[in-house]
């Protein structure tokens, strides 16, 4: 099969690798219909983050190939989505709604997702089966559902966004854009986007900013209060992972309110004595996107949302170092790799 491998820091290419197979009872094979590059694979390529020789991706829908003999709830023929922490759906943490902590959890991003197939351990628990085989055009955002969708909706849920609350998004890329879907969906009354991208900006009030903030850190924060009679948001979503970002989202909080968390943290240090005297609820991590996807799938068959608009870029495998090129230039958002 062809498979995208990260040589080192700026080096991808995509080569020839053995094909998977079923290595445990509980794995099932899928030949992918898509996969993408997700804004975390940029920190390897930047060179943030060591890389050697590593396989990429952790993002993936596509048709079940073989399953093992331990496996139940998916079958050949199916067309599925899963998550990128493989999970048995049935430990204590998964049974409390935390799967990305399953005590048997596998990272999707060690066997690499882009790739023409993919072994999917734990299938059980991590695969969910669309209701058919999807419509060409429904693709993109069952694609987004497999992380950046479920992540987003993950931010909004741990920040407590709801009806009538105020709600401010840190970080215009696509888990910021659809933490901004994810607090329409939620009932928000007004969501404030920090964003300095006209194209980004326009996508934003699409999916239900009411608000943009140009701003950041501590300008930023200061121009939420300005807009929330000097209180701040109820709600803050941090998507980005720095320590701007974080401070700019615990800053934009109001006392009591709360903030979710889903940049994958570098460098981030929370001073304890602004920590304590800020009042603000933290919740976040790598989002348990399992929890979310029927009710996230079943929202993009129906054609309730549509998720996939933050794919700007579509590419076909082959030319991934392109995709990577573009996400790092900031001339794509999001890139879609088909297959």
């Known amino acids: 099969m062809r498979q995208v491998v990260m040589y080192g820091p700026g080096d991808v290419r995509v080569e020839d690798r053995e094909d998977p197979k079923i290595i445990e009872p509980t794995d099932a094979i899928i030949r992918l219909t898509a996969t993408c590059i997700c804004g975390s694979d940029l920190w390897p390529y930047r060179g943030t983050e060591p890389v050697d020789h590593q396989v990429m991706g952790h993002e993936y829908v596509g048709v079940v190939e073989r399953v093992g003999s331990g496996?139940?709830?998916?079958?050949?023929?199916?067309?599925?989505?899963?998550?990128?922490?493989?999970?048995?759906?049935?430990?204590?943490?998964?049974?409390?709604?935390?799967?990305?902590y399953c005590v048997h959890r596998v990272l999707m991003g060690t066997l690499g997702t882009q790739s023409e197939l993919a072994r999917i351990p734990?299938?059980?628990?991590?695969?969910?089966?669309?209701?058919?085989?999807?419509?060409?055009?429904?693709?993109?955002?069952?694609?987004?559902?497999?992380?950046?969708?479920?992540?987003?909706?993950?931010?909004?849920?741990?920040?407590?966004?709801?009806?009538?609350?105020?709600?401010?998004?840190v970080g215009d890329g696509a888990v910021g854009l659809l933490g901004i879907l994810a607090?329409?969906?939620?009932?928000?009354?007004?969501?404030?986007?920090?964003?300095?991208?006209?194209?980004?900006?326009?996508l934003a009030r699409?999916?239900?900013?009411?608000?943009?903030?140009?701003?950041?850190?501590?300008?930023?924060?200061?121009?939420?209060?300005d807009l929330t009679d000097g209180l701040g948001a109820h709600s803050a979503i941090e998507a980005v992972g720095t320590q701007e970002a974080m401070m700019q989202a615990i800053h934009s909080t109001r006392p009591g309110g709360h903030v979710g968390f889903v940049g994958v943290s570098h460098g981030v240090s929370i001073p304890g004595d602004?920590?304590?005297?800020?009042?603000?609820?933290?919740?976040?991590?790598?989002?348990?996107?399992?929890?979310?996807?029927p009710e996230l799938i079943q929202l993009i068959w129906d054609r309730t949302i549509d998720p996939g608009r933050v794919f700007d870029l579509t590419l076909p495998?082959?030319?991934?170092?392109?995709?990577?090129?573009?996400?790092?230039?900031?001339?794509?958002?999001?890139?879609?790799?088909?297959?």
């Not at 023929?77 to 943490?93: H, K, L, M, P, Y």
Request: proline share 4%; charged share 20%.
């Open 206 to 225: 699409e999916f239900g900013a009411t608000d943009i903030i140009e701003e950041r850190g501590d300008a930023g924060a200061a121009k939420v209060k």
């Open 183 to 202: 607090a329409k969906q939620l009932g928000a009354e007004r969501i404030i986007a920090f964003s300095r991208h006209t194209d980004r900006q326009a």
């Open 71 to 100: 496996v139940h709830t998916v079958k050949v023929g199916d067309f599925v989505v899963g998550s990128f922490w493989a999970s048995d759906n049935t430990c204590e943490i998964c049974q409390a709604g935390y799967q990305a």
């Open 317 to 339: 495998l082959e030319q991934a170092a392109e995709g990577y090129q573009a996400m790092d230039q900031r001339t794509a958002t999001k890139v879609l790799l088909t297959l």
């Open 122 to 169: 734990l299938a059980d628990g991590t695969l969910v089966a669309t209701p058919g085989i999807p419509e060409p055009d429904l693709i993109p955002s069952l694609m987004a559902a497999s992380d950046v969708l479920g992540t987003g909706w993950f931010a909004a849920v741990a920040a407590e966004v709801g009806p009538g609350k105020t709600v401010a998004v």
């Open 274 to 293: 602004e920590l304590f005297m800020a009042g603000v609820h933290l919740h976040g991590g790598p989002a348990p996107v399992r929890q979310y996807l």
